[in-house]
């Protein structure tokens, strides 16, 4: 791996970040608070909330096994994709590696920095080759992109491979886990420490069923984790997500328990799909979510359309042509998604 200020840009390393009314306030014992040109009146809302989300990073260290210090939150798991980018990625000079078809928010980020962005086609059965992904780099290759599982294919990306990766690119690795509560894979958080060039992306939207208070998260190095709270904007995360996310983090028994029920339901929604004469082929998933080539993917994600029912098309996208990405959603729903397929005309 190549040194963390080599990776990053000077202007990002030389960067003096902005220090808000709350980061000097280092916790000593005060109860009136005039420093920060807050409204007195309208607690407890009128006050900025912890820029770092202390609370809520050590609460979550306990379950994700990972030091405070190591853990990034973001608006999302969008923002952390757009600050590797912006901390790591010269624009108009760099560019970064990713696979494809894989989550579209890298290109986007990509082409709002003004980062080439390079594509690798997966294989037939969706994996891809850590030879090919290597030999798609060159001295200006800052970031590898990888999903697993991946989306919208729903596999598991061989370990094997993605430890290749690792060893072998000098830049930093960018490990998306968002659907890993899902898979029986074991996630790579636990080799944090064995690869110092390694970030890995998790999500509060998927089996934490969290998606509306907009929380990502990011784990790396205590120094890669330095540089993203370098340049964030101060207080990024608001008060009422960090609350909600410290709720649910008390009731994990519950996520759980949905994650059990979720994958029961998905492996029962595969078979059904199997048997529909629509459904041509159904692809293996460790996810929430599962992907199907049918017979005619436009035709019959606008025929669902004018059921009620909202399915992602990805007819369009690399691979997956006649395909559709379902999300597993309640039994009830389900069955109306099934009853709908079963009463379409071939």
Known sequence: ?????????????????????????????????????ENPYNLPHNRYPDPLQWDLKKELSRIKKVNPEQIFLGNGSDE?????????????????????PTYGMYQVCADVNDVEYRKVLLNDEFQFSADELLAATDEHTKLIFLCSPNNPTGNDLLRTEIEKVLNGFEGLVVLDEAYNDFSEAPSFLASLEKYPNLV????????????????GMAFASVDIISILNKIKYPYNVNQLTQQQAIEILHRYYEIERWVKTLIAERNRLEEEFIALPCVEKVFPSNANFFLARVTDAVKIYNYLVGE???????????????????????????????????????
Request: hydrophobic share 40%; with cysteine.
């Open 1 to 37: 791996m190549k040194t963390l200020q080599e990776l990053t840009r000077p202007n990002i390393w030389k960067l003096k970040p902005y220090s808000s009314a709350r980061d000097e306030y280092k916790g000593a014992t005060a109860s009136v608070f005039l420093d920060a040109n």
């Open 80 to 100: 952390a994709i757009d600050l590797v980018f912006r901390a790591f990625c010269e624009p108009g000079k760099d560019n970064v590696v990713a696979i494809d």
């Open 200 to 215: 890995v992306f998790q999500t509060f939207s998927k089996a934490w069923g969290c998606a509306a208070i907009r929380l």
């Open 308 to 346: 009620g029912i909202i399915v992602r098309n990805r007819h369009n996208i690399s691979l997956c042509c006649n395909c559709l990405r379902v999300t597993v959603g309640t039994r009830m729903e389900n069955e109306k998604l099934l009853e709908a397929l079963k009463s379409y005309k071939v």
